[in-house]
């Protein structure tokens, strides 16, 4: 400190932000470069084809059944995660009774948020290989009690018609108990005093959740329509261990269709970097619209 505190400042900064610009940004801009090339990936010769692999991306019937996929990912996945995150955190928190003391959570609400987490503790890769068992036409827990009940048992990740679907819930599922927690969160930091007057002017729960917690939430459940709808723009690990894109490119998404483009027989790191850098716009799009289009004034209480 004896020299100033700018040298102090340089000191601790320079050595992250470095780091970062090589590990980050540096692939980042490796992405950009590789994708106008028709390099293979193991070799030190690639040849420069400017945009001939976003020409090809344009006609590529397998990217656009990928990104079909993804949009009807985005378009289901934060919503029903966000109704369902909604939902439970209402029980929760004020499931209980209306009594003396105001407005009360179900009994036992810290086992309940304990459960509904569980899936954050577990890796994507075991909760894959979890549901892929759930699913098994012949031993899984599922068809298990379809035909305990009597009803037709279908081959969930083997017909075109399920496959993607199957995929869809289990995304939906792994998601659920994070917001659960995050919104019931969100919800403990609202004064009690709002509700208990929402009550005595006799306001349904379906009322109090639709004009009162979900405006005070707004900001929270902004940031989670965001991150969800990256996640549904990727999906790679669960489909890549649940279907591998099967059956007949049903499940595919765009990671998957990048990482075999890239790590499959043809090898074509050019064409793959090309993917991801679309991936990359779309991921930004879908972000900024996220942003731009549910921005509402910010509502205060004390």
Same mark, same amino acid.
């Given at each position: 400190?004896?020299?100033?505190?700018?040298?102090? !400042?340089?000191?601790?900064?320079?050595?992250?932000?470095?780091?970062? +610009?090589?590990?980050?940004?540096?692939?980042?801009?490796?992405?950009?470069?590789?994708?106008?090339?028709?390099?293979?990936?193991?070799?030190?010769?690639?040849?420069?084809?400017?945009?001939?692999?976003?020409?090809?991306?344009?006609?590529?019937?397998?990217?656009?059944?990928?990104?079909?996929?993804?949009?009807?990912?985005?378009?289901?996945?934060?919503?029903?995660? !966000?109704?369902?995150?909604? @939902?439970?955190?209402?029980?929760?928190?004020?499931? +209980?009774?209306?009594?003396?003391? +105001?407005?009360?959570?179900?009994?036992?609400?810290?086992?309940?948020?304990?459960?509904? @987490? $569980?899936?954050?503790?577990?890796?994507?890769? %075991?909760?894959?290989?979890?549901?892929?068992?759930?699913?098994?036409?012949?031993?899984?827990?599922?068809?298990?009690?379809?035909?305990?009940?009597?009803?037709?048992?279908?081959?969930?990740?083997?017909?075109? *018609?399920?496959?993607?679907?199957?995929? #869809?819930?289990?995304?939906v599922w792994s998601n659920?108990?994070?917001?659960?927690?995050? $919104?019931?969160?969100?919800?403990?930091?609202?004064? *009690?005093?709002?509700?208990?007057?929402?009550?005595?002017? +006799?306001?349904?729960?379906?009322?109090?959740?639709?004009?009162?917690?979900?405006?005070? #939430?707004?900001?929270?459940?902004?940031?989670?329509? !965001?991150?969800?709808?990256?996640?549904?723009?990727?999906?790679?690990?669960?489909?890549?261990?649940?279907?591998?894109?099967?059956?007949?490119?049903s499940s595919d998404v !765009?990671?998957?269709?990048?990482?075999?483009?890239?790590?499959?027989?043809?090898?074509? @790191?050019?064409?793959?970097?090309?993917?991801?850098?679309?991936?990359?716009?779309?991921?930004?799009?879908?972000?900024?619209?996220?942003?731009?289009?549910?921005?509402?004034?910010? %509502?205060?209480?004390?």
């Amino acid at each position: 400190m004896r020299h100033g505190k700018y040298p102090l !400042i340089i000191t601790f900064l320079v050595p992250p932000l470095l780091l970062y +610009g090589i590990f980050v940004l540096s692939p980042y801009l490796q992405a950009f470069q590789i994708s106008t090339t028709n390099w293979l990936g193991y070799s030190a010769h690639a040849d420069s084809v400017g945009m001939a692999n976003f020409r090809t991306l344009l006609h590529d019937g397998q990217v656009w059944n990928a990104i079909k996929n993804n949009a009807i990912m985005l378009a289901v996945v934060p919503v029903l995660t !966000i109704v369902l995150g909604l @939902f439970f955190a209402t029980m929760l928190n004020m499931g +209980g009774r209306k009594g003396r003391a +105001g407005v009360t959570g179900v009994r036992g609400t810290s086992v309940y948020r304990m459960v509904y @987490f $569980f899936p954050q503790v577990l890796s994507v890769v %075991i909760i894959a290989l979890l549901w892929k068992e759930v699913y098994h036409p012949n031993n899984g827990l599922l068809n298990g009690a379809l035909r305990a009940l009597g009803l037709p048992a279908p081959t969930w990740l083997g017909d075109p *018609r399920t496959a993607f679907w199957a995929v #869809l819930a289990v995304m939906v599922w792994s998601n659920v108990g994070f917001y659960v927690v995050l $919104f019931g969160a969100a919800m403990s930091a609202v004064p *009690r005093d709002i509700y208990e007057a929402v009550m005595l002017d +006799g306001a349904s729960r379906w009322t109090t959740l639709r004009r009162i917690t979900v405006p005070l #939430l707004w900001d929270t459940v902004q940031v989670a329509w !965001i991150y969800l709808a990256i996640a549904a723009l990727d999906g790679f690990i669960l489909v890549q261990q649940m279907t591998n894109g099967g059956p007949n490119f049903s499940s595919d998404v !765009i990671g998957l269709r990048m990482y075999e483009t890239a790590f499959g027989s043809e090898s074509k @790191f050019g064409y793959a970097s090309a993917i991801g850098v679309v991936m990359l716009f779309l991921t930004l799009s879908v972000a900024v619209l996220a942003l731009r289009t549910a921005r509402r004034d910010r %509502i205060e209480y004390s």
